[in-house]
């Protein structure tokens, strides 16, 4: 397997630590990289369960950025580790930018994986390439609304010093219950959403994107925007509506 790889232009690396720098926000963890095709797939966990009975969905982040040519990529590796690399990229990048700024530096950052990280169960579980059908586009307002208000019951339910498993029920309870209007998706959909930025402008306007298309495939839901994916795993329940 490959052990590195190559990142197409200064821009790829600026999104990708930007995409991880939030993605720590949620969880600090591992991270997934899938190279192919001149693109890495880069997936987060912002929500998995803990076991059999935990009823936390499983919600995936997905950011795809361009790289030169890789294929025989497919590991996890600790979050933290990697964000080492990309720093350490970045800032041999500005050391070598021209004068006329760091847009100018030369593009091709090479980045060497960390060693894996710890088997995680929700880095085994991948979701489908094809079969995607269309359902609809879901207000992106809404889910910003979802995401804030889970937020807010969350901090308010979760007292001082409290444990992880009472962090775990409370988080489990606000996070998978169905977003109203889009019940076969869990606000844990939302929340990841924000936390990971797909919420934000969807282009140079600065408005943000009306709404977030929406695919099914199997017991997988996807939530697509310009500036990346939430992949969502949904239980056997919610397969009838």
């Known amino acids: ?38 693109v890495l797939a880069v997936y987060v966990a912002a929500l998995s369960p803990a076991g059999l009975t935990d009823e936390m969905p499983t919600v995936l982040g997905l950011r795809v950025v361009r790289i030169l040519e890789t294929e025989g990529l497919d590991a996890v590796v600790p979050l933290a580790a990697l964000r080492g690399r990309l720093d350490r990229a970045q800032e041999e990048r500005d050391l070598g930018a021209s004068p006329a700024g760091p847009e100018d530096a030369p593009a091709g950052a090479r980045i060497s994986l960390p060693h894996e990280a710890p088997s995680v169960v929700w880095a085994a579980i991948s979701p489908p390439r094809g079969g995607w059908q269309a359902q609809g586009p879901i207000e992106t307002g809404m889910l910003e609304r979802v995401a804030r208000e889970g937020i807010a ?40 959403a924000l936390g990971l930025g797909f919420l934000g402008p969807s282009d140079a306007s600065g408005d943000l994107a009306a709404a977030l298309e929406s695919y099914e495939t199997g017991t997988w839901t996807r939530l697509s925007s310009p500036r990346g994916h939430i992949l969502v795993k949904r239980r056997a329940w919610t397969l009838s509506r």
């Open 1 to 38: 397997m490959s052990r590195s790889f190559t990142l197409a232009d200064p821009r790829a690396l600026d999104d990708l630590q930007l995409y991880l720098a939030r993605a720590t926000r949620i969880e600090e963890g591992s991270v997934r990289l899938v190279a192919g095709g001149g």
């Open 153 to 192: 019951e969350v901090a308010a339910a979760v007292p001082e010093a409290a444990g992880e498993q009472i962090v775990r029920r409370v988080r489990s309870e606000v996070w998978g219950r169905p977003i109203p209007g889009a019940e076969h998706l869990p606000a844990g959909a939302a929340f990841a």
